[in-house]
């Protein structure tokens, strides 16, 4: 199936533990995106990566960091997790920027990360 | 602060009328428009578009309205069905920035 896929689905771990989210797309897209949804529901951008660039979400915390080893998985780590960090994180990707993003971007299945 | 804003957390309607979701942005530089569809436990699914050079696109029962003098974008499902319920979440870009998303509306069709 051709999709983008994340995993874990659920992620349960302590406080000040590092974690990695992984992200695989198959559709041939050149962008991928994290995005984080937070209690009040609101879906907010955190890094997008294109053709090796990395755009960073000046609101990000620095323990966050994505990494890329191809242009098929945007994978998400972070370190030093905290309460706070606990949200549900989608992955995504679309076919470039721009015009394309009338396209739309494919979402994953979101993961959920609790932090204790 | 908010550039997309879906000011009615849910909506209901019954089964084979109209369903009416709104949003409001800020930024006058968004110029591609896009309403997406979640369901529970699953990521957010692209629904319909529209560029800011048009004020309105059509696909099936979904038609999406664009209303740039009032900063206003609506989506309209007719009729609506008991599939259709689900979170809706609109969603804006500027030039080359992602997507920047409202808190969604959920949406419950009754049958």
């Known amino acids: 199936d051709t999709a983008v896929s994340q995993t874990p689905k659920y992620l349960v771990t302590q406080m000040g533990n590092d974690k990695s989210i992984k992200c695989e797309q198959n559709?041939?897209?050149?962008?991928m995106y994290w995005y984080k949804q937070d209690s009040k529901k609101f879906l907010k951008i955190m890094f997008s990566y294109n053709n090796k660039e990395l755009i960073i979400n000046e609101t990000v915390p620095n323990r966050f960091s994505p990494k890329s080893p191809d242009k098929a998985h945007l994978n998400l780590h972070i370190n030093s997790l905290e309460l706070g960090d606990s949200a549900v994180y989608f992955c995504?990707?679309?076919?470039?920027?721009?015009?394309?993003?009338?396209?739309?971007?494919?979402f994953g299945s979101g993961t959920r990360l609790t932090v204790v | 602060d908010q550039q997309v804003k879906q000011n009615s957390p849910s909506l209901s309607v019954q089964e084979g009328r109209i369903s009416i979701l709104n949003c409001d942005y800020t930024n006058s530089m968004f110029d591609y428009f896009l309403w997406y569809k979640k369901y529970p436990a699953e990521g957010p699914t692209f629904l319909i578009s529209?560029?800011?050079?048009?004020d309105k696109n059509e696909d099936g029962r979904f038609t999406v309205f664009l209303n740039k003098s009032a900063k206003h974008l609506s989506l309209h499902i007719v009729p609506s069905q008991p599939g259709d319920s689900a979170v809706y979440f609109c969603a804006a870009s500027a030039n080359l920035t992602p997507l920047v998303f409202g808190k969604g509306t959920r949406l419950s069709v009754i049958a």
């Open positions: 529209i560029s800011s050079i048009k």
């Open positions: 995504a990707s679309s076919l470039g920027t721009g015009p394309a993003v009338v396209y739309g971007y494919t």
């Open positions: 559709l041939g897209h050149d962008t």
